[in-house]
C-alpha cells in the first residue's frame, strides 16, 4: 500500500509530456552511497573533537561537513535549468530495438556529468555543449499497446557523496508489431508462377493479341464458337500478393500474425504488391515504407 501511495504520488509530480525545464521542485536531492560513511566519519571526529577537547579534530570534522553541505548545492546545479525533451517512436516491433531520443540543452555552457537510467540501462553522458542528443534502446518483448516505462536522470557529481535526480512519467503509448516468422511459403505459389488459384473461371472474354494460349477455352473453340479466354476471378491481381488471416498455417492467433509480418517484410525486400486483411479489417495493395506503417500497425492492433 505505502509503494503504490509513493508511484501514485511521483506519477502526478513528474508526468512528463514531451518537453520540460527542470525546476526545483521537479529535483529530489539525498545522501548517495558512499555520503552514508561519509556520516559516518563526521559523526566520529565530532564525538573524538568533544571528547578530547581538541580543537583541531573539531575543526576538521566542520570543513568536511561544509564539503557535504557544498555537495548538495553542487550536485543540484548539475540538473537545475536543464531542458528536457523526449522523442518516442509511433510504432515498434517485437524482437527489434525502440529508440527514444533525448535533447538535452542548458541556457549557459557548463560542464554536466549525468546519468540516464531506463529500466536497468544506464547511460552515461558528459554534456559538454548547450544542446545535446542521447538515443536510448529497449526492447519490447510483447505485441499490442505498449506503455513506456519512466525515465530517470541523475548526477552524483563533484565527490559521490550526493545525487540529485529526477523522473519522466511518461504518457505516451504506442503500438507494437508483431515478430516476423517465415515458413515455406505455399500461399504465394499463386502469384509467383503467375497461375492463378482457382479450378474456376469467372467468365469468358474474346481473345486478344498478347493473351496466352494456355487460358483459352478449347471447348468453345472446338464447337466453333471462336477463341475465347478464361477470365479468372483474380486474374487481374497474379502480380499482387495477397495476405490474408484466414488462410494462414496455423491455429495461434500470435502465430498467424507473426507468419503475416514475415510475409509484409518480403514484399517489401522483393519491391511486390501486396495486400492485408484480417477479418473485416483490410489494407489495400501497395508497398513502401507508408504501405508498410499502416500494415504493422493493423497487425499490432489486431485482437483475438
Not at 294 to 301: G, K, P, S
Request: proline share 3%; with cysteine.
Amino acid at each position: 500500500m505505502p509503494n503504490s501511495t509513493l508511484q501514485k504520488w511521483l506519477s502526478a509530480r513528474f508526468q512528463f509530456n514531451g518537453n520540460k525545464q527542470l525546476k526545483q521542485r521537479d529535483i529530489l536531492v539525498f545522501i548517495y552511497k558512499q555520503g552514508y560513511l561519509y556520516l559516518v566519519l563526521i559523526l566520529i571526529t565530532f564525538i573524538a573533537g568533544i571528547n578530547y577537547a581538541n580543537n583541531l579534530i573539531l575543526g576538521f570534522c566542520f570543513l568536511i561537513s561544509a564539503i557535504l553541505c557544498m555537495s548538495f548545492y553542487l550536485t543540484f546545479k548539475q540538473l537545475h535549468e536543464l531542458q528536457i525533451e523526449i522523442t518516442v517512436p509511433e510504432l515498434g516491433q517485437v524482437g527489434k530495438t525502440l529508440p527514444i531520443q533525448l535533447n538535452i540543452r542548458q541556457d549557459k555552457l557548463k560542464i554536466k556529468y549525468l546519468f540516464i537510467k531506463l529500466d536497468e540501462q544506464i547511460y552515461p553522458l558528459l554534456l559538454d555543449r548547450l544542446e545535446q542528443q542521447l538515443t536510448v534502446e529497449m526492447l519490447a518483448e510483447r505485441r499490442g499497446l505498449f506503455s513506456l516505462p519512466n525515465i530517470q536522470i541523475y548526477s552524483t557529481y563533484p565527490f559521490g557523496l550526493v545525487r540529485a535526480w529526477s523522473y519522466f512519467y511518461l504518457k505516451s503509448e504506442l503500438w507494437i508489431a508483431p515478430k516476423a516468422a517465415y515458413f515455406q511459403n505455399e500461399y504465394q505459389s499463386a502469384a509467383d508462377t503467375g497461375l492463378p488459384d482457382m479450378d474456376e473461371y469467372k467468365e469468358l472474354r474474346s481473345f486478344q493479341a498478347g493473351d496466352a494460349l494456355q487460358w483459352v477455352s478449347w471447348k468453345q473453340a472446338a464447337r466453333g464458337q471462336g477463341l475465347y479466354v478464361k477470365q479468372f476471378e483474380d486474374q487481374q491481381d497474379l502480380n499482387v500478393i495477397h495476405i490474408e488471416y484466414a488462410k494462414m498455417p496455423s491455429t495461434e492467433h500470435e502465430e498467424k500474425l507473426s507468419l503475416m509480418m514475415g510475409l509484409v517484410e518480403q514484399c517489401e525486400q522483393q519491391q511486390a504488391q501486396y495486400t492485408l486483411s484480417i477479418e473485416n479489417l483490410k489494407i489495400e495493395q501497395g508497398n513502401g515504407r507508408l504501405h508498410m506503417h499502416q500494415a504493422q500497425l493493423l497487425l499490432a492492433q489486431a485482437s483475438p
